[in-house]
């Protein structure tokens, strides 16, 4: 089992720019692949972007804008978000799980682990 404990969600102006951070532990975190998924009111829960090892991938919707990176050093991935706009706000959850790639990450099978959540909220 594997503890995730995201932070860094806020409020900001469009075209501003945050940083998430995720916290993981419990298990070797190099095992696992990492990745952000969002959730708007109303909506269903939405792929992000996801790494492993050296593979990367984003939804189309964050490419260009959003960058993912992960210190297996210090058990971390991050989200560092450019550009944002009005319709990036969202719980973003941190999310992990093992013996999938990062292409695959985003088929919710119910072999995730999730963090609890942070709120970014872009302001036009």
């Known amino acids: 089992q594997v503890l995730l404990v995201e932070s860094g969600g806020g409020l900001v102006q469009t075209g501003g720019s945050l940083r998430l951070s995720c916290a993981a532990s419990?298990?070797?975190?190099?095992?696992?692949?990492m990745g952000w998924f969002r959730q708007a009111p109303g909506k269903e829960r939405e792929f992000v972007a996801a790494?492993?090892?050296?593979?990367?991938d984003y939804a189309d919707s964050v490419k260009g804008r959003f960058t993912i990176s992960r210190d297996n050093a210090k058990n971390m991935v991050y989200l560092q978000m450019s550009s944002l706009k009005p319709e990036d706000t969202a719980v973003y959850y941190c999310?992990?799980?093992?013996?999938?790639?990062?292409?695959?990450?985003?088929?919710?099978?119910?072999?995730?682990?999730w963090g609890k959540g942070t709120l970014v909220t872009v302001s036009s």
């Open positions: 790494i492993s090892g050296g593979s990367i």
């Open positions: 999310a992990a799980r093992r013996h999938t790639t990062a292409q695959a990450m985003s088929v919710l099978d119910g072999m995730h682990s």
């Open positions: 419990g298990r070797p975190f190099s095992i696992y692949t």
